[in-house]
């Protein structure tokens, strides 16, 4: 049976949130509403963008939500075509990538982005063909719902037992626990280590670099 490493993107891969507070400024100014403090949304990253919005903004209609998200997208594609875009890997994730691949692991990507927006990523890295499986808020409900761990567990020829999810949100978490895989932390990203603990966490990484020995040590033995 195959061993499987899943991603999140934003917060896991890459660092997105400057770009990601960028596009949500400007739909909610769009929109007249006041725009909510980084800190608080760091929260919803990695959340699909009609429930991120949700979250942002409770007291609203669901056409609201909705609207948010399609001038969201609007506003991130404007940044993109204007070379605004930074979505930089944090140090220490292609390393993390190399030593999976060579302990035999397949990987993939489980992520709120949409089709599109993870293709750009991972393009601009050069790292699109290292992943046998891409899931996105595109084809599935939003995290924390299993739907995407069990599609790429399918994809990989893996099982829930030799699958492992690494991200940064309590969402990552409770969605890797739900579909039976092992859930790993990375602290590096936008939710507190307590709090991926909590979700379900076996262990918590400080670092890309730490992943493979918590692995190891966590799950294997």
């Not at 934003?10 to 909610?28: C, E, K, P, W």
């Not at 669901?62 to 075509?81: E, G, M, P, V």
């Amino acid at each position: 049976m195959n061993r499987l490493a899943i991603f999140d993107c934003d917060g896991t891969l890459v660092d997105s949130g400057a770009t990601i507070y960028a596009a949500l400024a400007q739909a909610f100014t769009e929109n007249g509403l006041e725009l909510p403090q980084p800190e608080v949304s760091r929260r919803v990253i990695g959340l699909s963008l009609t429930e991120a919005m949700a979250s942002l903004l409770p007291e609203g209609s669901s056409d609201q939500h909705l609207k948010l998200s399609d001038d969201y997208k609007r506003a991130f594609q404007q940044l993109r075509a204007e070379g605004r875009v930074e979505e930089p890997l944090f140090d220490g994730v292609l390393e993390l990538l190399d030593d999976l691949e060579a302990d035999g692991w397949l990987l993939a990507v489980a992520t709120g982005k949409s089709d599109r927006g993870l293709n750009h990523c991972l393009e601009s890295h050069g790292i699109h063909a290292r992943f046998v499986s891409l899931q996105t808020a595109d084809r599935h409900p939003s995290k924390p719902h299993p739907s995407m761990v069990e599609q790429a567990i399918a994809d990989a020829g893996a099982a829930p037992g030799t699958t492992i999810v690494v991200g940064d949100t309590s969402f990552d978490m409770a969605m890797a626990a739900a579909a039976g895989a092992a859930p790993i932390g990375a602290a590096w990203g936008y939710h507190e280590a307590d709090e991926l603990i909590d979700a379900g966490a076996v262990a918590v990484a400080a670092q890309p670099r730490d992943v493979l020995e918590l692995v190891r040590s966590h799950v294997h033995g």
